[in-house]
Each structure stands twice: as structure tokens, then as C-alpha cells.
């Protein structure tokens, strides 16, 4: 049974930082390409970040660049966002995603959130 849960959202001032984490089971986790999606009220769910099997490769939303970083620990199973000059713009539901090589397999975690207000 496939299980992607995140945790570590919350409320947080603007400006301040927050760590995401996503806990995966049932698949081979090393294998897949892990992204950080959010949506936003109204709005259609966006790319925020990604990271190759192997960690070497990641890129960003050019909104979110140079202020989150995606990072994974394979033997943990585990994928992390550090977001940091948080925006209140960054407010959403941020949902972790993992996609198989080929594509074929996709799946999707149940979503935490996050907002950034005073």
C-alpha cells in the first residue's frame, strides 16, 4: 500500500521558516523523482520544487528559488522542503508527489498546510 504522509506545516509569521517532510511507504522510494506541489484558494496546483532519485538534481519555481530548498534522505524514505523569508503569498496546501521513471506510476500525498500571516 502506497502512503505518502507530510507533516510540518502550520502558521507562521512572514519571514519566518518552516520544514516540510514526507514520509513515503510502499514503493521503492530511491527510484522515484520527488516534488513539492502547492495550491493555493482559488488557484490550480503548482510545482514548487523537484529532486532526482539520487539527490544530484533539483529544481525550483522561480518564486520559491533561493528561498526553499528540496533535499531527500533515501534510506529514511523521506523527502524534505525547507522554506525559509516565508511570503504570505506562500499560503497553500502543499502536497508531496512521487513519479516513477517511466512515468507510468504517480502518486500523491493527502496535503498539509501552510499560512504565512501577521
Known amino acids: 500500500q502506497v502512503q505518502l504522509v507530510e507533516s510540518g506545516g502550520g502558521l507562521v509569521q512572514p519571514g519566518g521558516s518552516l520544514r516540510l517532510s514526507c514520509a513515503a511507504s510502499?514503493?521503492?522510494?530511491?527510484?522515484?523523482?520527488m516534488s513539492w506541489y502547492r495550491q493555493a484558494p482559488g488557484k490550480e496546483r503548482e510545482l514548487v520544487a523537484g529532486?532526482?532519485?539520487?539527490?544530484?538534481?533539483?529544481n525550483y519555481a522561480a518564486s520559491v528559488k533561493g528561498r526553499f530548498t528540496i533535499s531527500r534522505e533515501n534510506p529514511k524514505n523521506t523527502v524534505y522542503l525547507q522554506m525559509a523569508s516565508l511570503k504570505p503569498e506562500d499560503t497553500a496546501v502543499y502536497y508531496c508527489?512521487?513519479?516513477?521513471?517511466?512515468?507510468?506510476?504517480?502518486?500523491w500525498g493527502q496535503g498539509t498546510q501552510v499560512t504565512v500571516s501577521s
Open positions: 508527489n512521487a513519479e516513477s521513471p517511466t512515468g507510468y506510476n504517480n502518486y
Open positions: 510502499g514503493f521503492t522510494f530511491s527510484r522515484y523523482t
Open positions: 529532486i532526482s532519485w539520487s539527490g544530484v538534481d533539483a
